[in-house]
């Protein structure tokens, strides 16, 4: 059964502090992996991630996969009270994509 | 453009009614989809649909029906609603499966079936 888990669950930080998200995943037929933020409306896009090892950048969010070990980061550095969302992580397999229960951050002032 | 477009944004439901949330979107996508998202849940598939006339099952299609009859519209129905369908739904469209840019999101219908 195609599975996806992200950890931790939730994550209370201070403003300046830096963290990573991290997302596993178990799907046949694997194609790539996407990353999400979600505020309180429809998520929005972040990352699309194929290749292994490769690092993708935008502003201080960064992200990265595995493919040998199934897993994916999102690393945020500085991070500011916008970053507060829920974070996550979609693995595709081609017709469709698996989202996991999403990882909620929260940046205090 | 306008993106994916859906309606209603709220709507209250009593318990063996019926109704359907439209979907739309301008940007000439094959493929589109409705997730359903519970409170402290991921999204879950309900259905998806590769191209005009045709569409398959997702995670959790009972209850659910769907039909694609041109590109743009993608109409989730709802024969007889059960207080397990409350929760907020979410169209979403890609050119592909691969959809290299991941979907575009519509802002979400929130349903409440009591």
């Known amino acids: 059964e195609d599975k996806v888990v992200q950890s931790p669950l939730s994550l209370v930080v201070h403003e300046g502090d830096t963290v990573t998200l991290n997302c596993s995943y178990e799907?046949?037929?694997?194609?790539?992996l996407l990353w999400y933020k979600q505020e309180k409306k429809a998520p929005t896009f972040l990352f699309m991630l194929?290749?292994?090892?490769i690092e993708k950048k935008s502003g201080r969010l960064s992200s990265i996969l595995d493919k040998k070990e199934l897993f994916s980061i999102l690393n945020i550095t500085a991070t500011q009270t916008g970053d507060s969302a829920i974070y996550l992580c979609?693995?595709?397999?081609?017709?469709?994509?698996?989202f996991g229960t999403g990882t909620s951050l929260t940046v205090i002032p | 453009n306008a993106g994916v477009t859906q309606t209603p944004k709220f709507r209250i439901l009593k318990i063996g009614q019926s109704m359907t949330l439209q979907c739309a979107q301008d940007?000439?996508?094959?493929?589109m989809y409705w997730y359903r998202q519970d409170p402290g849940m991921g999204l879950k598939l309900i259905y998806y649909?590769?191209?005009?006339?045709?569409?398959d099952k997702g995670e959790v299609p009972n209850g659910y029906n769907v039909s694609r009859s041109t590109t743009e519209d993608f109409p989730l129905r709802l024969e007889l609603a059960a207080p397990s369908q409350t929760s907020v739904y979410f169209c979403?469209?890609?050119?592909?499966?691969?959809?290299?840019?991941?979907?575009?999101f519509g802002s979400g219908t929130r349903l409440t079936v009591v």
């Open positions: 194929t290749s292994s090892g």
């Open positions: 799907v046949t037929n694997f194609r790539s």
């Open positions: 979403a469209s890609s050119y592909s499966g691969h959809a290299d840019y991941g979907y575009t």
């Open positions: 979609a693995p595709n397999t081609g017709n469709q994509f698996y």
């Open positions: 940007m000439n996508h094959n493929y």
């Open positions: 649909s590769v191209g005009a006339g045709i569409t």
